[in-house]
Every structure is written in C-alpha cells, then in structure tokens.
C-alpha cells in the first residue's frame, strides 16, 4: 500500500530543530538520532540527551555519537530534493566565502592478507574540530594533602577554545565535589585567571604552553 510521507515524519526529523535529519547522528548510549550540527552545537553546554536526557558522556559526549548513514539515505529518498538543497546550500557557503568545497569522502582499497582488494571506511571517530584545545588540569598542595578534596579521574580535558574559565571552574566544582562555599581560583603559570577569559585568549596572551 501507498504511505503518506506523514505517517514516516515523525521518525525522520530532528527534535532540536524539528527538520528533517541532516547527517543524521545517533548517540551510542541511548540511539536517539538528530542532525549532526544541531547535536554538536547541543553538546556546548550539556552532556545529556536532548531527548531522554541521559549522561552520554561524563566530559566528552562528542565522543559517543556515529554518523547513520543508512538512516540519512532513507531520509534521501523519501524527501524529494532533500539532497540536492542540501548540496546546494553547501556548495553556496563555501563560495560566498571563497573557500574550497569539500569532496565527499571516498573508501580507499586497502589490500588485504590473501591479496584481494577490499574497500573500507575511514576511522567511525575523529575528534570534532570544535574541541581544538587540550588542557592539563593540576590542584595546587594535592600531593601534600590539603584539605579533604575528591581527586580528579583525568587530568587532561579536550575542550572548545571558546569555553570560559568559568566553564572549567563549573566542571571542577562537579568533578571534586566543591562546596557552593568553597572558593576555587585558577593559575595558569603565574597568571591568576578571570571567570570571563576564554582558552583562546589566554592561549594568544600567554602562549601556546598556557593551557598546561
């Protein structure tokens, strides 16, 4: 029987911004799907599900969502020019902006031990170029036992440049356990950091060694 495209549109559309999926993306822990650009762009500030609002990752739930390759060729053949928009509105930005197009990725053979060819994707994860800066995070007096503190797990932490230090004392006061009373100030070599800074500035300010 025929089926009316309505009757498939709740399955095929992203609750974030309640379009039809664009590189549709499905996070691993719970496999709730939405665009890639609008659960990126969610992942800035929460580490939750939109949808069912479980922890996908402790620090960084980037790492715990795949593309649905099959999921976004459905979407393809069931909307009507969905694809050739979408390649056109892509071809658009990066003209307007005299950048290069991007190809798409294509699988390169790779031979395999008896001698035949087999074609293989690339690596399922690359780190989003959104999280381009590394940071190594130590508590001053930790090793001489100061006070009663909960350790960190990790001491590095792969983040935005455009996170604030006020984000990292957020994720410190989580991760230790603070008291809402307890004051917390952050060094980077003798430079004691303001809540308003981003790790790009500091990192132009200081130099490339500030985030350590």
């Keep these: 029987r025929m089926i009316n495209l309505s009757e498939l549109t709740p399955y095929i559309l992203c609750s974030i911004c309640k379009g039809y999926f664009i590189d549709a993306t499905t996070i691993t822990e719970c496999l709730h799907t939405f665009c890639k650009s609008c659960i990126v762009r969610h992942f800035y500030y929460s580490n939750r599900c939109p949808k069912c609002n479980i922890v996908v990752h402790q620090t960084q739930p980037l790492y715990n969502i795949r593309l649905d390759r099959q999921l976004q060729d459905i979407v393809y ?17 990066y003209k307007e902006r005299g950048l290069e197009v991007p190809k798409p990725a294509v699988p390169q053979p790779v031979p395999a031990s008896r001698g035949r060819p087999r074609k293989v994707l690339g690596s399922m994860f690359r780190i989003p170029p959104e999280l381009d800066i590394s940071i190594l995070l130590e508590f001053i007096g930790a090793n001489e036992g100061t006070g009663n503190f909960k350790p960190l797990e990790k001491k590095f932490v792969r983040v935005s440049a455009e996170a604030t230090i006020g984000h990292v004392e957020k994720f ?3 991760k230790m356990d603070l ?19 981003t790790l790009r500035e500091i990192r132009q300010a200081i130099g490339e060694s500030a985030v350590q």
């Design 172 to 174: 410190l006061r989580r």
């Design 179 to 197: 008291h809402p009373a307890c004051q917390v100030d952050i060094i980077c070599g003798d430079h004691l950091l303001e809540h308003y800074q």
């Design 77 to 93: 053949k069931l909307v009507v020019n969905l694809e050739e928009r979408e390649k056109k509105q892509m071809h658009d930005f």
